[in-house]
């Protein structure tokens, strides 16, 4: 078997490094295909260096440009990789421009694609993340979803359960490995020097920074928070947008804001395991906040990652200047629920998750579900029917029972749930498909 993973971003990389790891370990043939979109080549030979991981096979070099370019670009570079290298699957993670490029080629060529962290949604397609994630799950036979939320998702979506493999979200596995990467080489605390605690700031998605009124909102919010020291690595193109709005000044002459240039991820990881509290309108930090045990609030309307506010890890406070610092306020205050929020179980898992998806795959692949061939009978007619449950049964017990149908989504009473193997079904409604072929 030979994986291909695609990664484009530093996100993707740090949340494909353990599941490389892992297939280093099982001795798996593998190519590593970086598109290079935020990276010179020299940056992203050190940024992999840092993670102790080997150099990408192949560099495409893309660049930033325009959505459109910039994906024509990865495709054609991608297209021509897998047509010489033939991998039995492509692994693409998250939501990005490469993850896009690289679902889309796999799909043409008839490969089967993994999507690790599918399942995801805002429901606001004005985000380009959105977009991505929803077309690459299209193109997606393999669904690696880190949650049951995310699961269902699928399910509404037509998705068939027996392609959905909740395993976790692989940003644990990765805070776990390279946080004692970063314990070992990181100076960033000492060369901070900060008395007292800290809270951890990152803003730069379009939304916030490139709106004049939401911006000013958020600076307004952050200059009232008191009571601990603001570190804010700042983003160059949040940093142009803030000179611009004429708010720059009044964060760097405030003396409990410490606004620095950006740190690396492995600095930043011991910042943030090092931070009483965070405020980010990052997806990714959502994640990593709630996996180091750090109450989090988080600058947006809605989430993709819900799952953390449900948990009690994180909240959402929008740009809303007042909700931002009384929230902080009663967090500071309230060390019963500051404990709460620090102490919130983590929905993504408990560190295994790359070898819950690699056990997956390798059972796939065994059983020749990664070939994609055209079906050899026409599809016959798809019945699909609400039935309710009086027997106790369980979902495999009802398919063995049933053949042909299966089990696409369970309902009790008003709330879904995903049709596991050994899930009871007495008393609650399911969806069934019945397949019937010519």
């Known amino acids: 078997m030979k994986i291909a993973f695609i990664i484009g971003t530093r996100p993707e990389i740090i949340k494909m490094s353990p599941l490389i790891d892992e297939v280093d370990k099982r001795g798996i043939d593998y190519i590593l295909i970086h598109t290079g979109q935020h990276y010179d080549y020299e940056m992203s030979q050190q ?3 840092d993670l102790e991981l080997s150099q990408p096979h192949y560099n495409i070099g893309v660049g930033s440009d325009s959505h459109g370019k910039q994906t024509a670009v990865m ?8 047509l010489r290298e033939k991998p039995d699957i492509v692994l693409v993670q998250g939501d990005t421009n490469a993850v896009l490029a690289g679902a889309l080629v796999a799909a ?3 490969i089967a694609v993994g999507h690790v962290e599918a399942g995801l949604r805002s429901y ?3 985000m380009p993340e959105e977009i991505n994630r929803m077309v690459a799950d299209v193109c997606t036979n393999l669904f690696f979803v880190p949650t049951e939320e995310t699961a269902i998702n699928l399910l509404f979506e037509g998705i068939s359960p027996e392609d959905i493999f909740i395993t976790g979200n692989t940003v644990v596995d990765a805070c776990y490995r390279n946080l004692k990467i970063a314990s070992k080489t990181s100076q960033i605390m000492s060369q901070l020097k900060i008395d007292g605690d800290i809270l951890s700031l990152t803003l730069h998605r379009a939304e916030n920074v490139d709106d004049p009124e939401r911006l000013e909102n958020i600076v307004e919010a952050l200059l009232k928070i008191v009571g601990l020291t603001i570190v804010f690595p700042a983003h160059p193109r949040t940093v142009k947008t803030l000179k611009e709005f004429g708010l ?3 964060l760097e002459k405030a003396p409990h804001i410490m606004m620095i240039k950006p740190v690396g991820y492995l600095d930043f990881l011991i910042l943030q395991s090092n931070s009483k509290l965070m405020i980010t309108d990052s997806g990714g930090i959502q994640e990593e906040a709630i996996t180091l045990n750090i109450p989090c609030l988080t600058l947006r309307y809605n989430t993709e990652r819900p799952e953390t506010v449900e948990a009690g890890g994180n909240i959402l406070v929008g740009s809303d200047s007042e909700k931002i610092t009384d929230t902080v306020s009663t967090i500071l205050a309230d060390q019963g629920l500051y404990q709460r929020m620090k102490e919130a179980t983590n929905p993504y898992g408990d560190g295994t998750t790359s070898q819950q998806i690699l056990d997956a795959i390798q059972n796939a692949h065994d059983q020749g579900k990664l070939e994609i061939k055209p079906p050899k009978y026409i599809a016959g007619k798809r019945a699909n029917k609400l039935l309710v449950m009086d027997e106790k049964i369980t979902v495999s017990q009802f398919q063995e029972k049933n053949p042909n149908h299966l ?5 009790n009473g008003n709330d879904p749930e995903f049709p596991k193997p050994n899930l009871l079904l007495k008393g609650k409604t399911i969806l069934v ?6």
């Open 108 to 110: 043409k060529l008839h």
């Open 124 to 126: 606001d397609k004005t």
């Open 47 to 49: 940024f992999f260096l």
């Open 248 to 250: 720059y000044s009044k």
């Open 75 to 82: 495709m054609e570079g991608i297209e021509k990789v897998l």
């Open 433 to 438: 498909t019945q397949l019937n072929d010519f």
């Open 407 to 411: 089990v696409n989504i369970v309902f």
